[in-house]
Every structure is written in structure tokens, then in C-alpha cells.
């Protein structure tokens, strides 16, 4: 049986894939701080007959995400796809020097994507098999004001990933995809606390039908499911009236 470990498998996208992926018959190890919320999922997933584990672990400790390899191998034996999905989006204009958000936005998106995929390569390099899917965003492959840190997060996903791809596809059959959402209805913007992005965004906020992260989880199926020769690079997904 597949396996998929989902970082951020606590709430909204990550929460969406980890159903999605069961439903395609991947064996699914939950992770995120919030293990009451994981061990609820847990138990939705057994009663309808898929398999689950669910490890507590913050994305930002090294040690952390080894132990949540560790489970995944203990329990089923691989690691066939990691979903890189734990982010933080704490918006600011850069006038407002939000130092302490900058420092956590670039410790959960880029170490905790880092840490993430340490943990795996070492078995999906010896397996000769794997998959890692990184969500990125449409702020990683254009930037817009207020976000100048979360799109370098963003930007340094699409790095990482390509990386991957050159190095790890040949010689290891390791494959590489980012997903870059657009707007989604999750708690993602309860992490905003700089008052004046709200007000910004005001007009937008009012007018743009959002996503459901179901829609999100279905493009990342997509790209999980493929034949070993078929790579997906790049899925973009977002709202129909949304333009940037
Ligand atoms: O947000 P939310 P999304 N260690 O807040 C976890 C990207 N994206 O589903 O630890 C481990 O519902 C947190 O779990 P917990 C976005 O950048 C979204 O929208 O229990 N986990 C929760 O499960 C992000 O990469 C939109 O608090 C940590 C999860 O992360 C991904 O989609 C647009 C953690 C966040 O779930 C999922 O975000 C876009 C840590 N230190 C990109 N810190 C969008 N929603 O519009 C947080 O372009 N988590």
C-alpha cells in the first residue's frame, strides 16, 4: 500500500488531501501540532475503512518530522509521497517591521519544508521511489505588496523544488511538484494581525469567491496518482475571477 505523509494535515488543505489521498487508497500519516484535531481525523478515516496514523510534530523542529518518518516506516514500511503543506501567511507592509512573523513565516515555510524533506529522503532514496509535493502559491511565482516575506517563502519552495527535480529525478525516481494555490477559504488569514493588510484588501475580499481546499486537494491527487514516467511539475489553481 501507498503511503503519504501531510504536513498540516490539521485544517483546511492539508485536512481535504488527507481524505482525498485515503479515498485513492494511500495509507495517510497525519502531522501538526494540533494532534486532538489529527486524532479526530484519524478516527473519521478508520471508520471509513482507510488507513491513518497521526504523530504530533511542529514542521520547524528537525527531530520532529525524523519521528514522523520514523512512524510512517515503523507502521507500513515506506514513504511514497510527502505533502509539504504546514505554512503561516502573517501578511504585513514591510514599514510596519513585523520582525518576529517574518522570522516564524520563514521557519514553517522554508525549514519546515526543508526538515520535511530530510526526513524522507533517506528512505525514498533507498526505495528508489517517491514523490514530494510542495504547496507553494501563486505568491511564488509573483509578488504583491504585503507579502513580500510569505512570497519569499514561496519563491524559495519553487527553488527547493526544482532543485529536487534536477538532482533527485534521474538517479533516484524522485519527483517533484509544486501546487500554487490562489485564494482558498481556510484559517490561513487567521494568521494576519497587521490591521492595515485587512483594510488593503478590503475590495478584493468582498468580491472574490474563494476556493474550497477540496478543490486544491483534487489537483494534488492529480499529481500523486501519475505513472512513474509522468511528472507534473507545476499545478496552478485558482479562482476563475481571480486575476494576480
Ligand atoms: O491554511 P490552514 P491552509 N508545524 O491555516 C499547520 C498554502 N496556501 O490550508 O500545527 C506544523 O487551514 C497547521 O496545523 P497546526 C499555505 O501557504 C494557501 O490554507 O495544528 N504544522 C495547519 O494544519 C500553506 O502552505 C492559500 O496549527 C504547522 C496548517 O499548517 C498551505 O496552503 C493560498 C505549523 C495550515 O492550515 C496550507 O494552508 C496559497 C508548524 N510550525 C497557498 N504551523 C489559501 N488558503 O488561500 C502551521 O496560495 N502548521
Given at each position: 500500500?501507498?503511503?503519504?505523509?501531510?504536513?498540516g494535515?490539521?485544517?483546511?488543505?492539508?485536512?481535504?488531501?488527507?481524505?482525498?489521498?485515503?479515498?485513492?487508497?494511500f495509507?495517510?500519516?497525519?502531522?501538526?501540532?494540533s494532534?486532538?484535531?489529527?486524532?479526530?481525523?484519524?478516527?473519521?478515516?478508520?471508520s471509513?475503512?482507510?488507513?491513518?496514523?497521526?504523530?504530533?510534530?511542529?514542521?520547524?523542529?528537525?527531530?520532529?518530522?525524523?519521528?514522523?518518518?520514523?512512524?510512517?516506516?515503523?507502521?507500513?514500511?515506506?514513504?511514497?509521497?510527502?505533502?509539504?503543506?504546514?505554512?503561516?501567511?502573517?501578511?504585513s507592509?514591510m514599514?510596519?517591521?513585523?520582525e518576529?512573523?517574518?522570522?516564524?513565516?520563514?521557519?514553517?515555510?522554508?525549514?519546515?519544508?526543508?526538515?520535511?524533506i530530510?526526513?524522507?529522503?533517506?528512505?525514498m532514496?533507498?526505495?528508489?521511489?517517491?514523490h514530494?509535493?510542495?504547496?507553494?502559491?501563486?505568491?511564488?511565482?509573483?509578488?504583491?505588496?504585503?507579502?513580500?516575506?510569505?512570497?519569499?517563502?514561496?519563491?524559495?519552495v519553487?527553488?527547493?523544488?526544482?532543485?529536487?527535480?534536477?538532482?533527485?529525478?534521474?538517479?533516484y525516481?524522485i519527483?517533484?511538484?509544486?501546487?500554487?494555490?490562489?485564494?482558498?477559504?481556510?484559517?490561513?488569514?487567521?494568521?494576519?494581525?497587521?490591521?492595515?493588510?485587512?483594510?488593503?484588501f478590503?475590495?478584493?475580499?468582498?468580491?472574490?469567491?474563494?476556493?474550497?481546499?477540496?478543490?486544491?486537494?483534487?489537483?494534488?491527487?492529480?499529481?500523486?496518482?501519475?505513472?512513474?514516467?509522468?511528472?507534473?511539475?507545476?499545478?496552478?489553481?485558482?479562482?476563475?475571477?481571480?486575476?494576480m
Amino acid at each position: 500500500m501507498k503511503t503519504a505523509i501531510i504536513t498540516g494535515a490539521s485544517s483546511g488543505i492539508g485536512k481535504a488531501t488527507a481524505y482525498a489521498l485515503a479515498k485513492e487508497g494511500f495509507a495517510v500519516i497525519l502531522s501538526a501540532r494540533s494532534i486532538d484535531k489529527l486524532d479526530e481525523l484519524k478516527s473519521e478515516l478508520l471508520s471509513q475503512g482507510h488507513k491513518a496514523i497521526a504523530i504530533k510534530a511542529d514542521v520547524t523542529k528537525r527531530n520532529d518530522m525524523k519521528e514522523v518518518a520514523k512512524a510512517a516506516l515503523d507502521e507500513f514500511g515506506q514513504i511514497n509521497v510527502l505533502v509539504n503543506n504546514a505554512g503561516i501567511m502573517p501578511l504585513s507592509f514591510m514599514k510596519n517591521l513585523h520582525e518576529d512573523e517574518w522570522e516564524q513565516t520563514i521557519d514553517v515555510n522554508v525549514k519546515g519544508v526543508v526538515n520535511s524533506i530530510a526526513a524522507v529522503l533517506p528512505a525514498m532514496m533507498e526505495q528508489k521511489d517517491g514523490h514530494i509535493i510542495n504547496i507553494s502559491s501563486i505568491a511564488g511565482i509573483s509578488v504583491f505588496p504585503t507579502g513580500a516575506v510569505y512570497c519569499g517563502t514561496k519563491y524559495a519552495v519553487e527553488a527547493i523544488t526544482e532543485g529536487i527535480r534536477l538532482e533527485l529525478t534521474a538517479p533516484y525516481n524522485i519527483r517533484a511538484t509544486t501546487i500554487r494555490p490562489g485564494a482558498v477559504e481556510t484559517n490561513l488569514m487567521s494568521t494576519i494581525t497587521d490591521q492595515e493588510v485587512f483594510a488593503a484588501f478590503e475590495p478584493m475580499l468582498k468580491s472574490l469567491k474563494f476556493l474550497a481546499s477540496e478543490d486544491i486537494a483534487k489537483a494534488i491527487v492529480y499529481a500523486a496518482i501519475q505513472d512513474p514516467e509522468v511528472s507534473i511539475d507545476h499545478v496552478c489553481v485558482r479562482p476563475s475571477h481571480q486575476l494576480m
